[in-house]
């Protein structure tokens, strides 16, 4: 998990490089393993789980301004790795692997206090951006064998977290296409199903995509953003 609190002032400034935010907090998971192929043996190895990626929380207390094309001011992310393919089967009967489960994003957090100022110059730079996003679940491999193929599954996208974002202090953007506030909790997608071929062959499903989170965005009474 990650836990930023920030009582200083932070600064980001170049005509040259993009996308220096100025809280970058970010928690990802690893990547599945692709499962391998198998020759004349009737199966292909399952792909790799991931797991989910950690929660994030933020806390702002003080003056943050960036002035870089596409740099946030703050910039919290939570995504989980997305998870490994099944592999292929090549023989005279057999089924290749299915994909690995994913894993879920985590919840993020994002505080901008009475006394934090978050202020963006440039264009394409978000004040506050919190997102939440689930792993990609595995797809099944591909099953060439000659006689008779047997169906294998590609997995559920995992679920994102909640989101929250509370603003009791100044968010300011000046760029164009810059927005104030972005809160977003998206699902992972499912796999994909893996191609059959040869005389006989049976179809496996795809898996469904995952859910988004609760997302909550609150500007308060002493909350400004513009």
Do not use: K, M
Not at 20 to 49: D, E, K, M, N, R
Not at 101 to 119: D, H, K, M, W
């Amino acid at each position: 998990n990650v836990v930023l609190t920030n009582n200083q002032q932070i600064a980001t400034d170049s005509l040259t490089i993009n996308e220096l935010h100025g809280i970058f907090a970010f928690s990802q998971s690893g990547l599945g393993g692709q499962g391998g192929t198998g020759y004349i043996a009737p199966v292909g190895g399952s792909g790799g789980a991931s797991p989910d990626g950690g929660n994030v929380t933020v806390t702002n207390n003080a003056l943050i301004n960036t002035n870089s094309l596409g740099g946030n001011g703050i910039y919290a992310l939570s995504v989980s790795g997305n998870a490994g393919g099944g592999g292929s089967s090549w023989g005279l009967v057999g089924a290749a692997g299915s994909g690995g489960l994913t894993g879920n994003g985590g919840t993020v957090i994002v505080n901008n206090t009475s006394t934090g100022t978050v202020q963006t110059l440039r264009d394409f730079s978000t004040g506050i951006a919190a997102q939440s996003i689930g792993g990609t679940g595995g797809s099944a491999g591909t099953s060439g064998n000659l006689l008779l193929n047997l169906p294998s599954q590609g997995q559920a996208g995992g679920n994102a977290g909640n989101v929250r974002v509370v603003n009791d202090g100044i968010v300011r953007t000046e760029g164009n296409y810059s927005r104030g506030i972005q809160a977003q909790s998206n699902g992972g997608g499912g796999g994909d199903q893996g191609g059959t071929f040869g005389l006989i062959s049976l179809g496996g499903q795809s898996g469904p995509g995952g859910n988004g989170g609760v997302v909550t965005v609150i500007n308060s009474s002493t909350g400004t953003v513009r």
